[in-house]
C-alpha cells in the first residue's frame, strides 16, 4: 500500500496550515502504509470525487499523539483550495522531500519554516507532473535522491516569477492598448484607404467583435490544452495579425488583421491571467500581482490615444502596429524563461464551440445592420434583416448554453442580482468608452484641425483624470457603498458628455472640450470600477473565473454594440448633404456633438440601472 493510497478528510481550522492561511487535511494512516520517514513533502492532492489535483505542503509524523507503531498522522497545508471543498476525502502524493521534522523554539520560528516550506513545495511541483497528466493514477515518487532544497535561496524564486509577471502584464498592456491606439489614427487611415464614414468604425469593430465573443471560449480553451501553449500560440498569432495590419494594402486586408488580432486576444487574455494565478497563489503576493496587472492594462488604456497619435504623426499609421512586434517578441522570449509549462491539471470536458461562434455571428449581424442603415441612412430592408438574425442568433446561443452539459456560460448565474446588473452595467461602459474615445479623435482632427499628436496630448487629461478616480474609487465605495457611487459616477458621466454637446463650432480647446474631459474622465474611471466590482462582489468562490469572464466580454460586447448604434445615429438624424468643406465641417460638428449626447442618453439610463441595482451584501 502506498501513500498514495491513504485516504483522510479536509477539516475545518485544524493544524499549523490554518493558522498560515491554508486549510489542513489529516489523514491517520497505519504507519506500515508509509515508507517515508517523518519529515515535510510536497505533494499533490485530490478532493472529492473530481479529478483536479491540488498542490500542498505535507508534514508526516509530527504530532506525538499518533506517532506509535499503529497509527501515524500526516497533515497537508494545501495551496489553492476553496473553502466549499471542507469535510471531503483527500488522496496524497507524495512528490519530493523538503526537509526533516525537527523541534522549534517558538510558535514565530515554526511559521516562519513552514511559510518558506510551501514557498519552496509550490516551486517544487511547479516542475513536477500532476497525477491528472499522467492518466489520473495514484503514483509514489523513488525518493531515494533526496532534493536539496535547504540550500536553495528562495529570494530567486521570488525574483523569476515577477519577471514572469512582467512579460504576462506586458501582454495584456497589448490588448488593451490595440482597443485604444487605433482611434487617433482612424481618420489617417480612412485617408489613406479612402474609407467612408461607415467603414471607420469597422476598423475597432473588428478588433472588439471577436474579442468579445470568443473570450469565454479562450478561457476553455486554456483549461483545456493549457494556458502556457495557449497563451503563447496566441501572442504569436497576435504578432502575425499586426505585421499584416501594418502592411496592409487595402480596407478588407486590415479588418481581417484585425479580426486576427481580436480572436489572438480573446485566446492570451485569460491565459495570461490564469498564468498569474498559478504564479501567485492566494496570501502570496496575488494582491499585490493583480494590482500591478490592472494598473499596467489601466494604462495601455490611458496611453493608447497618446502613443497612437505621436507615432501616427511620425511615422504614419502602420506604426501603431508595427509597435507590437518588438513587444510580442519581448513577451515569446520572456514567458519561454521565466513562465513554466508545469504545474497545471488539464480538463477534458468538452467546448461549448457552436455556443462562441453563435454568440460571435449574432453580434457580427447587430453591427451589421448599424453599419448598413449608416451607410444608407434608412433602416431598410436589409439592415432589418440583419438585425433580425443577430437576434435569433442570440437567442439560439442561449438554448445552446441551456442544454449544453458543459456551456461557455452557465446562465444561472444571472440569478445573482449583483452579476445580472453588474453587467448590465459593464455592457453601457464599454460601449460608452469606446465610443468617446472614437468620437473625440475624429471631432479633435476631422472638426478641430488637430494633427494626430495634438489630439493624442489633449486627450491625455482625460486619462489622467481615468486613472486617478479608478484608484480613489475603492476607499470611496467603502465609504458610500457601491450603489451610491456607481450611480453618481454615471451622472458625472451624462454631466461632461452633455457639456460636450452644447461645443460650439470654431471654439478652442481649453473653452470647449478641456473641462467637459476631465468630467468624462471622473465619470468613466468611477463606472468602470464600480461596475467591476458590482459583478463580482456577491459571487460564489467556485464561480470568480466565470464572473470575471463575463464582466470582460460584457465589456467589449457592449462596446462593438453601442459604437455601431452611436456612429450610425447622427446619420439617420441628418437631413442634407454637405455642399462645401466648410459646410462639411459644420455637419460632421453636428454630428459628433449628437452622438455626445446620444451617448449620455445612455449614461442617463446607465445611473437608472445603478440605482436600481442591489445593495451589497455578504455571499452566503
Same mark, same amino acid.
Given at each position: 500500500m502506498s501513500l498514495g493510497e491513504v485516504r483522510g478528510r479536509v477539516e475545518r481550522g485544524n493544524g499549523r496550515g490554518? =493558522?498560515? /492561511?491554508? !486549510?489542513?487535511?489529516?489523514?491517520?494512516? !497505519?504507519?506500515?502504509?508509509?515508507?517515508?520517514?517523518?519529515?515535510?513533502?510536497?505533494?499533490?492532492?485530490?478532493?472529492?470525487?473530481?479529478?483536479?489535483?491540488?498542490? *500542498? #505542503?505535507?508534514?508526516?509524523?509530527? +504530532?506525538?499523539?499518533?506517532?506509535?507503531?499503529?497509527?501515524? =498522522?500526516?497533515?497537508?497545508?494545501?495551496?489553492?483550495?476553496?473553502?466549499?471543498?471542507?469535510?471531503?476525502?483527500?488522496?496524497?502524493?507524495?512528490?519530493?522531500? &523538503?526537509?526533516?521534522?525537527?523541534?522549534?523554539?517558538?510558535? +514565530?520560528? $515554526?511559521?516562519?519554516?513552514?511559510?518558506?516550506?510551501?514557498?519552496?513545495?509550490?516551486? $517544487?511541483?511547479?516542475?513536477?507532473?500532476?497525477?491528472?497528466?499522467?492518466?489520473?493514477?495514484?503514483?509514489? !515518487?523513488?525518493?531515494?535522491?533526496?532534493?536539496?532544497?535547504?540550500?536553495?535561496?528562495?529570494?530567486?524564486?521570488?525574483?523569476?516569477r515577477w519577471f514572469a509577471l512582467a512579460f504576462l502584464t506586458l501582454a495584456q498592456f497589448l490588448i488593451v492598448l490595440d482597443a485604444s491606439i487605433v482611434n487617433v489614427a482612424v481618420p489617417a487611415i480612412g485617408k489613406d484607404l479612402l474609407l467612408s464614414s461607415q467603414a471607420l468604425t469597422w476598423i475597432v469593430s473588428s478588433y472588439v467583435i471577436p474579442f468579445g465573443g470568443l473570450l469565454m471560449l479562450g478561457g476553455r480553451l486554456g483549461d483545456r490544452y493549457g494556458h502556457r501553449p495557449l497563451f503563447l500560440m496566441g501572442v504569436i498569432v497576435f504578432l502575425l495579425a499586426s505585421a499584416l495590419a501594418a502592411l496592409a494594402p487595402s480596407f478588407e486586408i486590415l479588418l481581417a488583421a484585425r479580426a486576427a488580432q481580436g480572436m489572438s486576444a480573446a485566446f492570451l487574455a485569460p491565459a495570461a491571467l490564469a498564468l498569474l494565478m498559478r504564479l501567485f497563489p492566494a496570501n502570496d503576493g496575488r494582491g499585490k500581482a493583480i494590482g500591478v496587472w490592472g494598473g499596467v492594462a489601466g494604462l495601455g488604456g490611458a496611453t493608447g490615444a497618446l502613443m497612437g497619435g505621436l507615432l501616427t504623426t511620425a511615422f504614419g499609421w502602420s506604426a501603431i502596429f508595427f509597435v507590437n512586434i518588438p513587444m510580442c517578441l519581448l513577451v515569446i522570449a520572456g514567458t519561454l524563461r521565466f513562465v513554466s509549462a508545469n504545474g497545471q491539471s488539464l480538463q477534458r470536458n468538452p467546448l461549448d464551440a457552436m455556443g462562441a461562434i453563435t454568440v460571435t455571428l449574432g453580434m457580427l449581424a447587430v453591427v451589421g445592420a448599424f453599419s448598413h442603415a449608416l451607410e444608407t441612412g434608412t433602416f431598410d430592408v436589409v439592415a432589418l434583416a440583419l438585425a433580425g438574425g443577430g437576434v435569433v442568433?442570440?437567442?439560439?446561443?442561449?438554448?445552446?448554453?441551456?442544454?449544453?452539459?458543459? !456551456?461557455? %456560460?452557465?446562465?444561472? %448565474?444571472?440569478? +445573482?442580482?449583483?452579476?445580472?446588473? @453588474? +453587467?448590465?452595467?459593464?455592457?453601457?461602459?464599454? /460601449?460608452? #468608452?469606446?465610443? &468617446?474615445?472614437?468620437? $473625440?479623435?475624429?471631432?479633435? =482632427? $476631422?472638426?478641430?484641425?488637430?494633427?494626430? *499628436?495634438g489630439t493624442g496630448l489633449r486627450q491625455l487629461p482625460l486619462a489622467i483624470t481615468f486613472l486617478t478616480t479608478a484608484a480613489l474609487l475603492p476607499s470611496v465605495i467603502g465609504r458610500f457603498g457601491l450603489r451610491l457611487v456607481l450611480t453618481v459616477s454615471f451622472l458625472t458621466l451624462a454631466a461632461g458628455l452633455l457639456a460636450l454637446s452644447q461645443t460650439q463650432s470654431g471654439a478652442g480647446f481649453l473653452v470647449a472640450l478641456l473641462i467637459p474631459t476631465l468630467?468624462? @474622465? &471622473?465619470?468613466?474611471?468611477?463606472?468602470? &470600477? *464600480?461596475?467591476?466590482?458590482?459583478? %463580482?462582489?456577491?459571487?460564489?468562490?467556485?464561480?470568480?473565473?466565470?464572473?470575471?469572464?463575463?464582466?470582460?466580454?460584457?465589456? =467589449?460586447?457592449?462596446?462593438?454594440i453601442l459604437l455601431a448604434f452611436f456612429a450610425t445615429l447622427p446619420a439617420l438624424l441628418a437631413t442634407q448633404a454637405p455642399e462645401s468643406a466648410s459646410q462639411e465641417s459644420s455637419l460632421l460638428h453636428v454630428e459628433y456633438t449628437s452622438a455626445y449626447l446620444g451617448i449620455g442618453i445612455v449614461c442617463l439610463i446607465g445611473a437608472v440601472v445603478s440605482f436600481l441595482s442591489p445593495q451589497k451584501r455578504q455571499p452566503s
Amino acid at each position: 500500500m502506498s501513500l498514495g493510497e491513504v485516504r483522510g478528510r479536509v477539516e475545518r481550522g485544524n493544524g499549523r496550515g490554518h =493558522q498560515l /492561511g491554508f !486549510p489542513t487535511a489529516n489523514i491517520l494512516a !497505519p504507519a506500515s502504509a508509509i515508507s517515508m520517514r517523518e519529515g515535510v513533502y510536497a505533494a499533490w492532492v485530490k478532493v472529492g470525487r473530481g479529478h483536479t489535483w491540488f498542490g *500542498a #505542503t505535507v508534514s508526516i509524523g509530527d +504530532n506525538p499523539t499518533f506517532n506509535d507503531v499503529d497509527r501515524i =498522522q500526516v497533515e497537508a497545508y494545501l495551496h489553492d483550495f476553496g473553502d466549499d471543498l471542507y469535510d471531503q476525502e483527500v488522496e496524497l502524493v507524495i512528490v519530493a522531500r &523538503i526537509r526533516d521534522m525537527r523541534r522549534f523554539r517558538t510558535a +514565530n520560528a $515554526l511559521s516562519a519554516e513552514m511559510a518558506r516550506d510551501v514557498m519552496i513545495s509550490r516551486r $517544487l511541483l511547479a516542475r513536477a507532473k500532476s497525477p491528472a497528466e499522467i492518466g489520473g493514477r495514484s503514483y509514489t !515518487p523513488d525518493l531515494g535522491t533526496e532534493i536539496a532544497v535547504q540550500q536553495e535561496k528562495t529570494q530567486g524564486g521570488g525574483r523569476s516569477r515577477w519577471f514572469a509577471l512582467a512579460f504576462l502584464t506586458l501582454a495584456q498592456f497589448l490588448i488593451v492598448l490595440d482597443a485604444s491606439i487605433v482611434n487617433v489614427a482612424v481618420p489617417a487611415i480612412g485617408k489613406d484607404l479612402l474609407l467612408s464614414s461607415q467603414a471607420l468604425t469597422w476598423i475597432v469593430s473588428s478588433y472588439v467583435i471577436p474579442f468579445g465573443g470568443l473570450l469565454m471560449l479562450g478561457g476553455r480553451l486554456g483549461d483545456r490544452y493549457g494556458h502556457r501553449p495557449l497563451f503563447l500560440m496566441g501572442v504569436i498569432v497576435f504578432l502575425l495579425a499586426s505585421a499584416l495590419a501594418a502592411l496592409a494594402p487595402s480596407f478588407e486586408i486590415l479588418l481581417a488583421a484585425r479580426a486576427a488580432q481580436g480572436m489572438s486576444a480573446a485566446f492570451l487574455a485569460p491565459a495570461a491571467l490564469a498564468l498569474l494565478m498559478r504564479l501567485f497563489p492566494a496570501n502570496d503576493g496575488r494582491g499585490k500581482a493583480i494590482g500591478v496587472w490592472g494598473g499596467v492594462a489601466g494604462l495601455g488604456g490611458a496611453t493608447g490615444a497618446l502613443m497612437g497619435g505621436l507615432l501616427t504623426t511620425a511615422f504614419g499609421w502602420s506604426a501603431i502596429f508595427f509597435v507590437n512586434i518588438p513587444m510580442c517578441l519581448l513577451v515569446i522570449a520572456g514567458t519561454l524563461r521565466f513562465v513554466s509549462a508545469n504545474g497545471q491539471s488539464l480538463q477534458r470536458n468538452p467546448l461549448d464551440a457552436m455556443g462562441a461562434i453563435t454568440v460571435t455571428l449574432g453580434m457580427l449581424a447587430v453591427v451589421g445592420a448599424f453599419s448598413h442603415a449608416l451607410e444608407t441612412g434608412t433602416f431598410d430592408v436589409v439592415a432589418l434583416a440583419l438585425a433580425g438574425g443577430g437576434v435569433v442568433l442570440v437567442a439560439l446561443f442561449i438554448m445552446i448554453e441551456r442544454r449544453s452539459h458543459y !456551456p461557455l %456560460i452557465r446562465l444561472d %448565474i444571472f440569478t +445573482n442580482p449583483g452579476v445580472a446588473f @453588474g +453587467n448590465l452595467s459593464m455592457f453601457l461602459v464599454g /460601449g460608452v #468608452t469606446l465610443s &468617446i474615445f472614437f468620437f $473625440l479623435s475624429l471631432h479633435m =482632427q $476631422l472638426v478641430m484641425g488637430y494633427s494626430a *499628436a495634438g489630439t493624442g496630448l489633449r486627450q491625455l487629461p482625460l486619462a489622467i483624470t481615468f486613472l486617478t478616480t479608478a484608484a480613489l474609487l475603492p476607499s470611496v465605495i467603502g465609504r458610500f457603498g457601491l450603489r451610491l457611487v456607481l450611480t453618481v459616477s454615471f451622472l458625472t458621466l451624462a454631466a461632461g458628455l452633455l457639456a460636450l454637446s452644447q461645443t460650439q463650432s470654431g471654439a478652442g480647446f481649453l473653452v470647449a472640450l478641456l473641462i467637459p474631459t476631465l468630467i468624462v @474622465g &471622473i465619470g468613466l474611471g468611477g463606472t468602470f &470600477i *464600480a461596475s467591476t466590482e458590482l459583478a %463580482i462582489e456577491n459571487v460564489e468562490e467556485a464561480d470568480s473565473g466565470l464572473a470575471s469572464g463575463l464582466v470582460n466580454t460584457s465589456q =467589449q460586447v457592449g462596446g462593438a454594440i453601442l459604437l455601431a448604434f452611436f456612429a450610425t445615429l447622427p446619420a439617420l438624424l441628418a437631413t442634407q448633404a454637405p455642399e462645401s468643406a466648410s459646410q462639411e465641417s459644420s455637419l460632421l460638428h453636428v454630428e459628433y456633438t449628437s452622438a455626445y449626447l446620444g451617448i449620455g442618453i445612455v449614461c442617463l439610463i446607465g445611473a437608472v440601472v445603478s440605482f436600481l441595482s442591489p445593495q451589497k451584501r455578504q455571499p452566503s
